[in-house]
Nanobody, 126 residues
Framework: QVQLVESGGGLVQAGDSLRLSCVAS????????VGWFRQPPGKEREFLAG????????AYADSVKGRFTISRTADKNTVYLQMNNLKPEDTAVYYC???????????????????WGQGTQVTVSS
């Protein structure tokens, strides 16, 4: 069983940057694909970025491409989401998730992810 813990959220102003971290324990997380999602108030959870467990191939939602960057440490057990030029519409709870089948390619499909963290709040003021 894999446990995921997100951190790095907070209250920032528009234009600021944040880096979220997702640390895993248990299981064989290093071979899993990892995705970042967010859920704004009253809305569905949406995919933001994903990274595989093999060659660190990445995938992004069009809404964040160019502003957000996903990366993974060499030991593969920590995944980051660097968020630049934050906007008020980025306000949401941010989650990381692990996909047991994501070794070779990250998936954007929420239903493909097997493990989820508890989330970290990001609030962007205007």
């Amino acid at each position: 069983q894999v446990q995921l813990v997100e951190s790095g959220g907070g209250l920032v102003q528009a234009g600021d940057s944040l880096r979220l971290s997702c640390v895993a324990s248990g299981g064989t997380f290093s071979s899993y694909g990892v995705g970042w999602f967010r859920q704004p108030p009253g809305k569905e959870r949406e995919f933001l970025a994903g990274i595989d467990g093999y060659r660190f191939n990445t995938a992004y939602a069009d809404s964040v491409k160019g502003r957000f960057t996903i990366s993974r440490t060499a030991d593969k057990n920590t995944v980051y989401l660097q968020m630049n030029n934050l906007k008020p519409e980025d306000t949401a709870v941010y989650y990381c998730a692990a996909d047991k089948q994501g070794y070779y390619r990250p998936t954007k499909a929420r239903g493909e992810y097997d493990y989820w963290g508890q989330g970290t709040q990001v609030t962007v003021s205007s």
